[in-house]
Each structure stands twice: as structure tokens, then as C-alpha cells.
Nanobody
Framework: QVQVVESGGGLVQDGGSLRLSCVAS????????MGWYRQAPGKQRELVAT???????TYAGSVKGRFTISRDNAKNTVYLQMNSLKPEDTAVYYC??????????????WGQGTQVTVSS
């Protein structure tokens, strides 16, 4: 059984900050790429940011310069520091992780999501 669990969402005012965390747990060899996605009401899920095991990052244009993704490989954890939040950042944020299994292969895991609401 492997899973990823997010935490850190909540309600914040326009211009505020939040930090999301996501930890992968269970029996696996290592974690490859990790990332954050979000889905606003009535919209498709979209990529926010990704980070490789080596630390290379990618960002959606809408969050570049405001959000920072990072990870702690020893803790199998990925973070998303969100600054200068805007109402349009309101969404359910999902963690994604590629877990390398001892039995071979890679399992892609999604978290249950954490709500981020930015009030104007």
C-alpha cells in the first residue's frame, strides 16, 4: 500500500501566503518526480509545478515568480510555498508522485487534495 497525503490548505486573503506539504508513505524504493496540480470549480485539472528527484523544477506561467516547489528526499516530502496569492489561485490542490516499487515499475499516486481559498 502506497499513498501520498497533502496538508496545509486553508483560507487566506488576497496577497497572503500558504505552504502546502505532501508526504509519500508505504513500501517503495524511491520517489522520482513529484508535483502539484490544481482544479478550480468547472475547470480541468492543471499543472502547477513539478520537481525531479535531482531538484529540477517546472512551473505554470501563472504561478512563476510567486510559487516555489521544493522537496526533501530523505522525508519523501514535497512542498509548495505560495506567496502573493490571488483569488484566481482558489482551487483544490493535488499532489502527484511517481513511486519506484521494489517489485519493479513505477506507480503514479495522487493525493486526496487540499482546498486553497483566496478571498478578495
Amino acid at each position: 500500500q502506497v499513498q501520498v497525503v497533502e496538508s496545509g490548505g486553508g483560507l487566506v486573503q488576497d496577497g497572503g501566503s500558504l505552504r502546502l506539504s505532501c508526504v509519500a508513505s508505504g513500501i517503495f524504493f524511491s520517489v522520482n518526480a513529484m508535483g502539484w496540480y490544481r482544479q478550480a470549480p468547472g475547470k480541468q485539472r492543471e499543472l502547477v509545478a513539478t520537481i525531479t528527484r535531482g531538484g529540477s523544477t517546472t512551473y505554470a506561467g501563472s504561478v512563476k515568480g510567486r510559487f516555489t516547489i521544493s522537496r526533501d528526499n530523505a522525508k519523501n516530502t514535497v512542498y509548495l510555498q505560495m506567496n502573493s496569492l490571488k483569488p484566481e489561485d482558489t482551487a483544490v490542490y493535488y499532489c502527484n508522485a511517481a513511486l519506484v516499487l521494489y517489485i519493479g515499475g513505477v506507480r503514479e499516486c495522487w493525493g486526496q487534495g487540499t482546498q486553497v481559498t483566496v478571498s478578495s
